[in-house]
């Protein structure tokens, strides 16, 4: 007995080694933001050129000991480099004006408006996942394990994703990729912000109008449209057909993460009465995949069930029921669910996979676009079944019994806590 403790006691203790071992077996330099073909970032006139070519990071280079314990993922994606146009505030959209510093946990941004009113957004490409991770990581000295976790995130994912969205017919923020040098426009933000890779795109709520659609009075963030619900009543609807498409969308692509905060809506006004449309933003984790040996454990849905990798098949739908979903489609008939599966598994063929994914440039696609194709094939075929599910899995799940994320302090009603049609 004593001999088969010891030999335990020794298989965990290797296996802890072996995991510290990848941990510190890190880049002893790291690089972000590496033009190619330069010398020096500082001293470049970049008014004088278009476009940059340029990498986002060395951060999660890895050796095969490394792979194995905390995954292959899009490590390779984040260190190719892409050529991008170069932008200066005061030329771009007839001038932009910085409002406010925005941005979650790992995203630098930057919210800011046009001469017409319009919000638009730089969203950076490079993370900074230091603020996610714990007190308790950092003295055991496994902090590598949550930063190296941004290696998931396919670094292009949002512009593919915005493509296939055109093809069902769902709203975006239309983001591009751009280089912004240091400038005067950048204001206080200069040091901060300069000389990175962005993704601009608009704003998921503006005073003004930049969708298509018209009689639109302004886009508004979910808990604003709270606080309009509470004020129009019945004379306010979400239109629930794009909100179920949407999320069935979300399904196919792996998009993960859903939170109420990461959605805005376009409010139409008709005849005296109000409809919501919704407005996706923010597709870091479109594509998020997870393999290796640490991932997986985290991933499993006993201790992470909202962490889904994007697989061929979704194996946990109740990780993928946000409170968002029952807040906004409780009660929801299956039928809505099953004609907006039809409409995504009409619309979105193998073509239309195909060329959204040849918008990114050939060195990125080469490394994952047929794996992330086919993948998406097979979760399309078979959204029926999800489809259903999901739906099933919300009325499950039922009722809120706390505020949305981002809505703790909206002035509403108790029953408009609980959701959307609960008054």
């Known amino acids: 007995m004593k001999k088969i403790i010891l030999i335990v006691l020794g298989v965990i203790a290797f296996v802890i080694l072996i995991i510290y071992i990848s941990i510190w077996s890190t880049p002893a330099k790291v690089e972000s933001q590496i033009l190619v073909n330069t010398d020096n970032i500082n001293t470049i006139d970049f008014r004088k050129q278009d476009s940059v070519t340029i990498a986002v990071t060395t951060m999660y280079e890895a050796n095969i000991l490394k792979k194995m314990i905390q995954g292959e993922q899009y490590r390779a994606e984040w260190g190719v480099p892409v050529t991008v146009p170069v932008v200066f505030l005061d030329r771009l959209k007839g001038g932009l004006k910085i409002i406010k510093k925005g941005g979650g946990h790992q995203t630098q941004s930057l919210r800011l408006e046009n001469p017409e009113g319009v ?39 949002a512009s593919v994703a915005a493509k296939l969205a055109e093809k069902v017919s769902i709203l975006h923020t239309h983001p591009s990729l751009v280089f912004v040098p240091k400038q005067d426009g950048l204001e206080k933000y200069n040091e901060e912000y300069g000389n990175k890779l962005y993704w601009l795109e608009y704003e998921t709520e503006s005073p003004t109008n930049w969708t298509d659609y018209k009689n639109v009075t302004e886009i508004l963030d979910t808990e604003n449209l709270q606080e309009m619900k ?18 069935l969308f979300d399904l196919v692509i792996g998009d993960w993460d859903r939170h ?28 998020f995949t997870l393999d290796g040996l640490i991932p997986t454990v985290v991933s499993s849905k006993n201790i992470q069930p909202r962490l889904r990798s994007f697989e061929e098949e979704i194996e946990y739908i109740p990780g993928l029921v946000y409170p968002f979903d029952r807040y906004f489609l409780l009660n929801t008939p299956t039928e809505m669910f099953i ?40 979760r399309r075929n078979q959204l029926m079944e999800y489809a259903v599910a999901f739906k099933e899995e919300i009325d499950k799940q039922g009722i809120l019994d706390e505020p949305l994320k981002g809505s703790e302090d909206a002035k509403i009603s108790g029953g408009l806590r609980e959701c959307f049609e609960c008054r």
């Open 119 to 157: 919000y638009y957004t730089l969203r950076s490409v490079g993370k900074n996942p230091e603020p996610l991770v714990p007190d308790f990581a950092k003295t055991l000295g496994i902090e590598n394990i949550i930063t190296d976790g941004i290696s998931a995130q396919h670094p292009y994912g």
């Open 260 to 287: 109420a905060k990461q959605w805005g809506w376009v409010v139409q006004k008709e005849d005296g009465k109000y409809k919501a449309i919704p407005l996706a933003g923010d597709r870091d984790n479109a594509f």
């Open 339 to 378: 004609e907006q599966a039809k409409y995504i598994q009409k619309n979105l063929t193998d073509e239309a996979i195909q060329e959204a994914l040849n918008t990114w440039p050939i060195l990125i696609y080469q490394l994952h676009g047929k794996e992330i194709k086919d993948k998406m094939i097979a």
């Open 230 to 247: 509470q004020d129009l009543g019945d004379k306010l609807q979400i239109d629930k057909e794009a909100l179920v498409r949407n999320r």
